[in-house]
């Protein structure tokens, strides 16, 4: 079965860079969107199409892709993005998630 | 405002059935395929099944893990998809989130309901 492989977990400090990767087989022709979870919430949609963002994602939240390998980036990373993340695609009418990706921001 | 609540969710025995509701408002329903996901506690997401809408035959796919067990339907009178599941196992245990599916030669899902908790125990 398609597997989408994510790092468990991702540390970032206050105002940095954080980015967080997305691989599966299938990528290369496929674009994979991303949601953030937060503790006890619904999971909400911050990339799509691979690169695409919702309206009320703020800009420092961006797609990107690259051979089989789907990341997304955050820019100067805030304390309110600590959360887990997910990414996600498409494959013969079957819907697959990464494992998620627990975003610390220390 | 587009919203999506679920409800139905509640304990079951191993081996009953429950049957799960998502109201949809603030957008067009009737157009729109609908997805269920879970998420056991401390888990990460598993798409469940979809169902599309009347333009593309109503079609249901399922996750392997499901398919036999669980049926989706909707009702675009009532702007409603349902989750159908029997024969529950202890693994089904999960919150239940609805979703509206996107979609232009990929899919994704926005908005999502705030869940309803299912829990398969003895």
């Known amino acids: 079965s398609y597997e989408l492989t994510q790092p468990p977990s991702v540390s970032v400090s206050p105002g940095q860079t954080a980015s967080i990767t997305c691989s599966g087989d299938?990528?290369?022709?496929?674009?994979a969107c991303w949601y953030q979870q937060k503790p006890g919430q619904s999971p909400v949609l911050v990339i799509y199409?691979?690169?695409k963002r919702p309206s009320g994602i703020p800009e420092r939240f961006s797609g990107s892709n690259s051979g089989n390998t789907a990341t997304l980036t955050i820019s100067g990373t805030q304390a309110m993005d600590e959360a887990d993340y997910y990414c996600?695609?498409?494959?013969?009418?079957?819907?697959?998630f990464g494992g998620g990706t627990k975003l610390t921001v220390l | 405002e587009v919203q999506l609540v679920e409800s139905g969710g509640g304990l079951v025995q191993p081996g009953g059935s429950l049957k799960l509701s998502c109201a949809a408002s603030g957008f067009t329903f009737s157009g729109s395929a609908m997805h269920w996901v879970r998420q056991a506690s401390g888990k990460g997401l598993e798409w469940v099944g979809r169902i599309r809408s009347e333009l593309n035959g109503y079609a249901t796919a399922y996750a392997a893990s499901v398919k036999g067990r669980f049926t989706i339907s909707r009702d675009d009178s009532k702007n409603t998809a349902f989750l159908q599941m029997n024969t529950l196992k202890t693994e089904d245990t999960a919150v239940y989130y609805c979703?509206?599916?996107?979609?232009?030669?990929?899919?994704?899902?926005?908005?999502w309901g705030q869940g309803t908790l299912v829990t398969v125990s003895s």
């Open positions: 979703t509206r599916g996107r979609s232009s030669s990929t899919v994704w899902f926005d908005p």
């Open positions: 299938k990528l290369g022709g496929e674009f």
């Open positions: 199409q691979g690169t």
């Open positions: 996600q695609a498409w494959d013969s009418s079957t819907v697959v």
